[in-house]
């Protein structure tokens, strides 16, 4: 099947830094990817869609000057956090849809756990 | 608002036995339901679907059932096996635009 892969897996910052989280489809092309982020024991809340080669669409309440995204490629997304802080650890998981194969069918990364000290 | 529900955070099935997972929604524009099994330390992986145009879609062990008057779907793992053991998600799409997921329910199934 499709593969997505995520990378960082871990990722351990000070506060005030800024992470970057690569997410890429490796066997497909995917002209559009999404951003979650997990909550312990909660939904996967959809952060943001990001299309390639245009501006990714923010969900109410997330911040677009915060949480950075860049879809450069039909195989590359990237999620910067900026001036991380403590409240914004978590794990976060990308997905993406491969335009050829089934409808509806999201394959994902396999996430990454950033921790803010 | 959270607007895909999975109201059961665990269950415990013995194995041969049915297994029922149960997801509610609330935005009627969704079209198109999936189910997803994670194991620790993976992502979720795509498990079976449904679009709104059908009330039941089978998969070998698996079914997806839609409600779409109670705003419910459900999934049945018959019969259970130890293997099955996971975080099962809904998601739902609106036309395949956005997807919106549950918080899950933890499956167990004992041997």
């Known amino acids: 099947g499709a593969v997505v892969s995520q990378h960082p897996s871990r990722v351990i910052c000070k506060s005030g830094t800024s992470v970057k989280i690569e997410c890429r489809s490796l066997?497909?092309?995917?002209?559009?990817m999404f951003w979650y982020r997990q909550f312990p024991k909660q939904s996967l809340m959809l952060m943001a869609t990001?299309?390639?080669?245009?501006?990714?669409?923010?969900e109410q309440g997330v911040e677009k000057d915060k949480f950075l995204i860049n879809h450069a490629s039909l195989t590359l997304s990237t999620l910067t956090v900026t001036s991380a802080h403590p409240e914004d650890s978590s794990f976060y998981i990308c997905?993406?849809?491969?335009?050829?194969?089934?409808?509806?069918?999201?394959?994902f990364g396999e996430g990454s756990r950033l921790t803010v000290l | 608002d959270q607007q895909v529900k999975q109201n059961s955070p665990s269950l415990s099935v013995q194995e041969g036995r049915i297994s029922i997972l149960n997801c509610d929604y609330t935005?009627?524009?969704?079209?198109?339901f999936l189910w997803y099994k994670k194991y620790p330390a993976e992502g979720p992986t795509f498990l079976i679907s449904?679009?709104?145009?059908?009330d039941k879609n089978e998969d070998g062990r698996f079914t997806v059932f839609l409600n779409k008057s109670a705003k419910h779907l459900s999934l049945h793992i018959v019969p259970s096996q130890p293997g099955d053991s996971a975080v099962y998600f809904c998601?739902?799409?609106?036309?395949?635009?956005?997807?919106?997921f549950g918080s899950g329910t933890k499956l167990n199934v004992k041997p």
């Open positions: 449904i679009s709104s145009i059908k």
């Open positions: 998601a739902a799409s609106d036309n395949f635009n956005k997807f919106y």
């Open positions: 990001s299309n390639e080669g245009s501006k990714a669409t923010y």
């Open positions: 935005n009627s524009m969704f079209d198109y």
């Open positions: 066997d497909f092309q995917a002209t559009t």
């Open positions: 997905s993406a849809r491969d335009r050829r194969g089934r409808s509806g069918e999201l394959f």
